[in-house]
Structures are given as structure tokens and as C-alpha cells.
């Protein structure tokens, strides 16, 4: 079974800085997809970016990207230029390719971009 | 932009009564599914849904859970008997066919917060 790891559970960023954020995973799979999603203080769950496993370049949204290390079962999301509404939990999710498959999430680290 | 919606936003129940949540799923997605979140715990599968069966179901969905898609737009998650353990945030999330793997990213609705008393 897969699995997912993040060991911050909770970290803080001066707005405007640059905050990364851990995440790693244990699967047997060689293709599959990454997620991080947010989860803002109203607890909806909002995708960040999402990473396939067999494209080696990072994927990236506007402030967000990650860094994807296959081989080191690794996927980090870096936050540039952090706003007070980046203010949220994050979770990474995994996701196996095959079927109608559910999504696997760590436990989330807790986020504070502070004034 | 199409977004996965969720009724009701809140809801308060005694326990044993029946709760029945609702979802609308983004209109040309045809996977389904439903996750909740206890209070400060990471969010956790229930079961997921297609071609109008159960495609897969945790430990946690047992014979107290049930989903139905009773008409073409909405999904629906009941409680039969809800014990205060069920307490929790419901997500209805869906999934389209894009990608190598069939489906490629679950949309989130913003949740239904259930409180049992």
C-alpha cells in the first residue's frame, strides 16, 4: 500500500519570502500521479499542482512549483513570494494510475505567512 | 469554471438518525467519490464510484454507509445510523478521463461539515 509523509506539521514564512514544504512517498509504482492541495481555514480542499510521474521536468503554477525526485520517492512544493492568503493546511496526495483509483494523503502541514 | 458543489454546507444530527449528503460532480466527469476529514486528522477515503457501482470502498465504509447516483447529475452519501464518531468533513470529489491513467486529478467540493450529537 501506498504511502505518504510529511514530517512539518507545521511551519511559518515572512510574505514575500520563499517556503518548501516536504513530502515523501513509498509505492511499488512506476507511474502515478502527485498532488498538493490546500485546505485554507473555510477547509475546502483546493488543487495547488499536481505532478505526473513519468515527466521529468517540475511542473509549476504562477508562485508554485515543485521539486520531483523520482528516485528519492521525494515531491516538495516551493511557495515564492508567499501572500497572507497562501495561509492554509497543505496536503500532498498520491494517486496509482490504474482504475478508479483514490487519492492517498500525508497529514498535512500547517502553513503561516506572516505580515 | 465548473466546480463540484455540495449540500448542505452544515449539518447537525442526533445519533441514530439517517443523514443523506449530496454532491453534484462536474458535469462531464464520470468518477466519483467521497472522503471526509476528522477534526485536525488527515483526509481519508470512503469510496469511490463509476459506471453506477461502488469501484472501491475503505475499511472505514462499512454496511452503515451507502452511495447512489439517483439521477444524472447528483451523488449522494447516506448514514443510516450515525454514531458520534461520524462527526467529520464529507468531500464529494470527481475525476475526469484525461491522462495515461485514465483519470488524472479529483476536483473538490468545499465540503459538508456533519456534527452528531
Known amino acids: 500500500a501506498q504511502t505518504v509523509t510529511q514530517s512539518q506539521p507545521e511551519m511559518s514564512v515572512q510574505e514575500a519570502e520563499t517556503v518548501t514544504l516536504s513530502c515523501t512517498y513509498d509505492?511499488?509504482?512506476?507511474?502515478?500521479?502527485l498532488f498538493w492541495y490546500k485546505q485554507p481555514p473555510s477547509r475546502q480542499m483546493i488543487l495547488v499542482i499536481r505532478?505526473?510521474?513519468?515527466?521529468?521536468q517540475n511542473a509549476t503554477e504562477n508562485r508554485f512549483s515543485v521539486n520531483f525526485q523520482k528516485a528519492a520517492k521525494s515531491f516538495s512544493l516551493k511557495i515564492s513570494d508567499s501572500q497572507l492568503g497562501d495561509t492554509a493546511m497543505y496536503f500532498c496526495a498520491f494517486m496509482a494510475p490504474s482504475g478508479n483509483t483514490p487519492l492517498v494523503f500525508g497529514k498535512g502541514t500547517r502553513l503561516s505567512v506572516i505580515a | 469554471e465548473p466546480e463540484v458543489t455540495q449540500t448542505p454546507s452544515h449539518q447537525v444530527t442526533q445519533m441514530g438518525q439517517e443523514v443523506i449528503l449530496r454532491c453534484v460532480p462536474i458535469s462531464n466527469h464520470l468518477y466519483f467519490y467521497w472522503y471526509r476529514q476528522i477534526l485536525g486528522q488527515k483526509v481519508e477515503f470512503l469510496v469511490s464510484?463509476?459506471?453506477?457501482?461502488?469501484?472501491?470502498k475503505s475499511e472505514i465504509f462499512d454496511d452503515q454507509f451507502s452511495v447512489e447516483r439517483p439521477d444524472g447529475s447528483n451523488f449522494t452519501l447516506k448514514i443510516r445510523s450515525t454514531k458520534l464518531e461520524d462527526s467529520a468533513m464529507y468531500f464529494c470529489?470527481?475525476?475526469?478521463?484525461?491522462?495515461?491513467?485514465?483519470?488524472?486529478?479529483?476536483?473538490f467540493g468545499p465540503g459538508t461539515r456533519l456534527l452528531v450529537l
Open positions: 470529489a470527481s475525476s475526469d478521463l484525461k491522462g495515461p491513467g485514465g483519470q488524472e486529478t479529483q476536483y
Open positions: 505532478q505526473e510521474a513519468y515527466k521529468q
Open positions: 509505492t511499488s509504482e512506476n507511474n502515478y500521479y
Open positions: 464510484f463509476y459506471n453506477n457501482e461502488i469501484s472501491e
